[in-house]
């Protein structure tokens, strides 16, 4: 049975997105199924308090375990993004996991989790319609990144978080989120670089003139969608409460009256301007997949004006989740049989090996 939760609408613009990636045919030569990269770690499950909540995650060590580790906390993307990094619209995904073997090869733990709507952790102590704010999953991050810094593996004075997508924003707040040991290193992984409602007004203007342009949708009703979107955006921007009746026939699941706090919030945060805030002297790797569909260069080039000091990797041929995309007639679609690029790793490790100490 999906589940029905405010992370899952209020990120639907996640799902849009899927149907956008897998419209553009993504895809690679190779057949079977892809080998994951980096190295398999030894890893633990584990379980942590939120509010009222018991998130369940994965903590994970490189394969000889060993203490004083640099650690990352892995924070998902929009929508209900499990610890693997997988949802229902790209169940084999495995954004995080595949992260998660990275840093185990280069000798760092980490930490992914369930947020709540997702995975083991569900609605936890939660109605399963009941409205969660914005507040309750920065309070998740914060919780669970006080989790890793407690292990007795972790060198508690080299964390990092690494945000994927949506959770790029909860990594740049995070140095107001937690209580100690603020991160040393951010790794924003395929991050916004605009406001949140103007990358799902892009991603739903995008979807809609793909459908007019196959003949799905016809001029006139593609631009009434569009309108209508916009009208939405800009009641919620203006503090709004718009009533079923007033929502986009076809997007009522995202603007819907449970949902519109979420969104207020969290497209309040202009991601250029949290950048500008972070602490002096916090290292920040920017990455990007040049054939990510959900995330445009401009996006990126924008964020890292807030940036001047960040480092930014283009990782070429890659998508939204950072697996390898080919536009060849007949190539493979499936998120399991497209290699995770292998572009990452060294871009990764430069990075930690100068502020984490490898």
């Given amino acids: 049975m999906p589940v029905r939760s405010p992370l899952r609408a209020a990120a639907v613009s996640a799902l849009l997105a899927a149907l956008l990636a897998t419209g553009c045919s993504p895809g690679t030569d190779d057949s079977g199924p892809a080998e994951p990269p980096g190295i398999r770690p030894q ?23 060993g203490g004083d580790l640099p650690a990352a906390l892995i924070v998902s993307g929009s929508g209900p993004t499990d610890r693997d990094g997988n949802s229902p619209g790209r169940p084999d995904a495995g954004t995080n996991k595949n992260f998660a073997r990275l840093l185990a090869d280069m000798g760092v733990a980490s930490l992914r989790y369930d947020k709540l709507g997702s995975g083991e952790t569900g609605m936890a102590s939660r109605e399963e319609d009941a409205a969660v ?26 964390l990092i978080v690494l945000g994927h997508s949506e959770g790029a924003l909860f990594a740049l707040r995070a140095h107001e989120i937690v209580e100690e040991h603020p991160p040393r290193a951010l790794v924003l992984a395929a991050p916004p670089g605009r406001r949140y409602l103007d ?15 196959a003949g799905s949708m016809d001029y006139a009703a593609a631009d009434q969608a569009l309108s209508d ?50 602490p002096a002297g916090t290292a920040t790797l920017v990455l990007w997949g040049t054939a990510d569909s959900q995330i445009a260069r401009g996006d990126v080039d924008r964020l890292m004006t807030g940036l001047p000091d960040g480092e930014r990797a283009d990782i070429p041929g890659a998508d939204h989740v950072f697996r390898r995309y080919s536009d060849a007639p007949g190539a493979e679609a499936l998120d399991s049989r497209r290699r995770f690029s292998p572009d990452v790793a060294p871009a990764l490790r430069t990075f930690l090996e100068s502020e984490t100490g490898l």
């Fill in 229 to 278: 979107v916009r009208t939405a955006v800009a009641g919620i921007r203006d503090g709004d409460e718009l009533e079923e009746a007033d929502l986009p026939q076809g997007f009522g699941g995202l603007f819907a009256p449970r949902y519109q706090d979420f969104l207020r919030r969290i497209d309040a945060m202009d991601p250029v301007r949290l950048a500008r805030g972070l």
């Fill in 199 to 213: 990358v799902v007004d892009r991603q739903i203007t995008e979807q809609v003139r793909r459908a007019e342009a």
């Fill in 43 to 65: 890893q633990s499950e584990v379980t942590f308090r939120s509010g009222p909540d018991t998130l369940h995650g994965t903590f994970a060590l490189p394969p000889g375990g």
């Fill in 133 to 158: 704010g914005y507040g309750v999953f920065a309070q998740e991050v914060a919780d669970a990144y006080a989790h890793l810094a407690s292990r007795p593996e972790v060198d508690p004075s080299r």
